[in-house]
């Protein structure tokens, strides 16, 4: 059988048997006449298919094998045109953004030689790949780092791309990245053996967000088991990691003010270590975006904007993400042309910014001066709940009131209320209907009286801690007992009596908003207190006859109402977000489902299955003082986009002063090799 064909088997036969057949391929070469550059190809790309046992028996002979396999393709790979080979076959793998290759391929790297490092991620830059395909290599990079202790280089070589990406202030990139592996890289700094490539790639990664405290709060939870690990293990390498480690924390809080109930488990984490009073010398280093502020950012590598907070406004910011991210609602809103009130208009253009601008995020500060309830103070943290239903009613009546449908007309014998004119934007995405039909035990005389709704508070029943979702909704609607001081005002006794109150759902909305009541009075204390009861998530539900399904949640963080932070949770075709004030990150829908407290989900937006997604509207039909708006927006960010790149974006070099390409082992490929590593 052909060399080639018996590589190609790796592709085709079970998982297991690939790398014993790779291995014995290689070991057929170091036998025979060596290996050819075709050769080397097929192994590379075979290796990116190459599974990773779970059996622990079978991972123990997968690690011997692979190690076999390392030894022998460095061996045969010592020329260095076999070298280019295989690492142009292994980024063009791990660059594609429609594949996920296995972590086996990380072998192909140990060819880099360490101090060529630097050199082989310069000449992948100035390669000038798209931002995608960079973004998804360090993305695997960084996955990889967290799979595999084979690898020697491998710590060093993400973290020489990491600052081969500030260099080039790709920022977005690295955000993007950091937000999605921080977690996973954070937990290895306790293990001694992995701490050494991984623990410098954290510190880098904490030390340079200082533009969004996301990053740092991702790590918080698990600060403390991380601190107590690396005090157990008690040597020179965690002790020195531990101390670099509560530095940059402290810093970090220092630098991130507005936080007191989050930081307030970390400083006890933290607190017998604090030894260090220069610790403010952790933050001197240039953090990413320094100098260029949102505008050079690449919003569209999100493609969503975030908002801005103006003082603890996040309770503002984190429904306003929610209502735009409801499609039905944010076209409504847009097409709206008709005359409207100052709250309605500015609404109106802060989604058409939503949606248009270019800059990575805006600040809201007319909706705040428009919308705030009475008795929010300013610079003070309020309730998200207490906002949108205050938000909502607002904008419902004044459009009701400019419309002339103040008047509702009472429908004898269903007792339902029925409005005369057409229904309001908000009605038309959040109103719901519900008759409460309540019986005297006595007498059996029924009672009903219809209600309009926008969202439905749900109650905790006890403290069961296997509530969902789906039973908070079935026990709003289960038959309440009256009787004590609860008791029914019978019209046909004309007393006071025991009965029974059943609310019936006949008028379901097209979007349903759901309140979890977390919150509750605490006489002792004359406050609202947080239950911190964990609630499953269902992303669907039923109400009536109706299924629904989850696309928004916004989320709180803290154990009081007036404090703590509030962000937001949305769905967008099949892709998930995270708005958090300016920041907006990729996100799924799996790391809002695995919240805990004191982060719960608070308010959830779900949408009826049986009615269908609006697509997104095109700039050209919004009504003509939205589009000046927006021609205006783009002007100011293309304006002073060129002003701050001229100041602060320094040249390219001349492509004659590009760096050689990555050597291996005795310097660099030769002018044939770089030639065919432009693809």
Same mark, same amino acid.
């Given at each position: ?34 290996? =050819? ?62 594949? =996920? ?42 996955? $990889? ?6 690898? @020697? ?10 600052k081969g990406l500030e260099a080039e202030r790709h920022y977005d990139i690295l955000v993007d990245v950091t937000l999605a592996t921080i977690e996973k ?75 007191? @109930? ?25 953090? $990413? ?8 950012? &690449? ?65 809201? &500060? ?95 029943? &006890? ?6 979702? =789906? ?24 007393r006071l009596t025991d009965g029974e109150r059943v609310t019936r759902m006949v008028e379901a909305p097209s979007r349903l908003i759901l309140t979890l ?33 989850? +696309? ?23 892709? $998930? +977000? ?102």
């Amino acid at each position: 059988m052909a060399v080639k064909q018996k590589v190609l088997e790796c592709v085709t036969p079970s998982k297991e048997a690939r790398l014993q057949i790779i291995l014995r391929v290689l070991q057929d070469f170091s036998e025979q006449d060596g290996i =050819q550059d075709k050769n080397v190809i097929h192994i590379v790309s075979s290796l990116g298919t190459v599974p990773i046992p779970d059996d622990p028996e079978a991972y123990m002979r997968f690690i011997e094998d692979i190690r076999k396999v390392q030894s022998i393709l460095a061996k045969e790979c010592s020329d260095k045109k076999h070298v280019f080979h295989a690492l142009r076959t292994l980024f063009m793998e791990i660059s594609d953004p429609t594949k =996920q290759v296995s972590v086996a391929m990380s072998i192909v790297l140990q060819l880099i030689k360490e101090h060529d490092i630097p050199n082989a991620v310069k000449y992948i830059l100035n390669a000038r790949y798209p931002d995608q395909n960079i973004e998804h290599t360090l993305s695997t990079l960084c996955n $990889w780092l967290t799979k595999c202790v084979w690898t @020697e280089n491998l710590g060093a070589l993400v973290l020489a791309l990491m600052k081969g990406l500030e260099a080039e202030r790709h920022y977005d990139i690295l955000v993007d990245v950091t937000l999605a592996t921080i977690e996973k890289l954070f937990k290895l700094v306790m293990f001694m053996k992995i701490r050494k490539s991984v623990g410098p790639v954290v510190l880098y990664m904490l030390s340079r967000s200082q533009q969004s405290s996301q990053i740092f709060h991702k790590v918080i939870p698990l600060m403390d088991k991380v601190c107590k690990q690396l005090q157990n293990e008690n040597t020179e390498s965690s002790l020195s990691y531990l101390q670099e480690l509560v530095n940059l924390s402290l810093a970090l809080m220092d630098h991130f003010t507005g936080y007191d @109930e989050l930081y307030e488990p970390l400083k006890q984490a933290i607190q017998p270590f604090c030894t260090n009073s220069n610790y403010k010398q952790t933050l001197l280093c240039e953090p $990413w975006g320094a100098g260029s502020n949102a505008l050079v950012l &690449n919003r569209f590598s999100i493609g969503k904007v975030g908002l801005n907070n103006l003082g603890n406004t996040c309770y503002m910011n984190s429904v306003l993400q929610a209502l735009f991210m409801t499609k039905t609602f944010r076209n409504e809103v847009l097409l709206y042309n008709k005359d409207m009130l100052p709250l309605f208009s500015k609404l109106q253009l802060l989604f058409a910014l939503l949606q248009y601008s270019k800059k990575f995020s805006l600040s809201p &500060n007319d909706i705040l001066n428009l919308s705030r309830p009475p008795g929010f103070l300013p610079g003070h943290q309020h309730d998200s709940s207490e906002f949108l239903g205050y938000l909502l009613d607002t904008l419902h009546e004044q459009e009701k009131n400019l419309g002339g449908n103040g008047e509702e007309e009472a429908v004898e014998g269903a007792a339902a209320l029925v409005a005369i004119c057409p229904p309001t934007v908000v009605q038309q995405s959040f109103g719901g209907r519900t008759i409460t039909v309540s019986r005297c035990a006595d007498c059996g005389t029924k009672s009903e009286r219809a209600d309009h709704f926008r969202e439905l508070q749900l109650a905790f029943p &006890n403290h069961d801690e296997n509530q969902s979702v =789906q039973t908070l909704l079935d026990y709003y609607l289960q038959p309440e007992k009256l009787s004590g001081e609860n008791q029914y005002r019978c019209d046909v006794c004309g007393r006071l009596t025991d009965g029974e109150r059943v609310t019936r759902m006949v008028e379901a909305p097209s979007r349903l908003i759901l309140t979890l009541k977390h919150f509750r009075y605490d006489p002792t204390s004359h406050q609202r207190t947080k239950l911190l009861q964990a609630v499953k998530l269902d992303r669907e539900v039923r109400l009536g006859l109706h299924q629904y399904e989850l +696309y928004a949640a916004v989320v709180h963080c803290g154990s009081s109402v007036d404090s703590g932070h509030y962000y937001t949770f949305a769905k967008d075709g099949a892709d $998930w +977000y995270k708005f958090n004030d300016c920041s907006v990150s990729r996100t799924t829908a799996e790391n809002l489902c695995r919240l805990k407290p004191p982060e719960t989900p608070y308010i959830l937006f779900y949408s009826r299955v049986d009615v269908s997604e609006p697509e997104a509207l095109p700039c050209t039909i919004l009504p003509d003082r939205l589009q000046l708006a927006l021609t205006k927006d783009h002007s100011e960010y293309e304006a002073e986009k060129r002003q701050l790149s001229q100041k602060i974006l320094a040249p390219r070099r001349n492509q004659n002063d590009d760096p050689p390409p990555p050597g291996c082992g005795g310097g660099g490929f030769s002018a044939t090799s770089s030639n065919m590593f432009v693809c």
